[in-house]
């Protein structure tokens, strides 16, 4: 069974910096690509960061400077510093991870980011 498990948010004011945590469990693979997504009230869930096994990174272009992912020493782990936040980059954002290229998306409960003075 593959679960996810997001830590490292709360409240911060506009300008400041948070890491988010996730640490995954697959009994005993490792996952193929990581990232995080997240999702702003009465908006769609979208794409923050995504890294793969290799290395290769991804980021939508509102976050680009700003966020950095990056895989953790530990097996299925995966961070990611943000920076410079904004008021727009408030949201639940939701760890996830893949065990294969083409396999299915696993998904975190969530972790609620507030950007506000």
């Known amino acids: 069974q593959v679960q996810l498990v997001e830590s490292g948010g709360g409240l911060v004011q506009p300008g400041g910096s948070l890491r988010l945590s996730c640490a995954g469990s697959?009994?005993?693979?490792?996952?193929?690509?990581m990232g995080w997504y997240r999702q702003a009230p009465g908006k769609e869930r979208e794409l923050v960061a995504t890294?793969?096994?290799?290395?290769?990174?991804n980021y939508a272009d509102s976050v680009k400077g700003r966020f950095t992912i990056s895989r953790g020493d530990a097996k299925n782990t995966v961070y990611l510093e943000m920076n410079s936040l904004k008021p727009e980059d408030t949201a639940v954002y939701y760890c996830?991870?893949?065990?294969?290229?083409?396999?299915?998306?696993?998904w975190g409960q969530g972790t609620q980011v507030t950007v506000s003075s």
């Open positions: 890294v793969i096994r290799a290395g290769g990174t």
């Open positions: 697959t009994n005993g693979f490792n996952f193929y690509a």
């Open positions: 996830t991870a893949r065990l294969s290229s083409l396999g299915q998306n696993y």
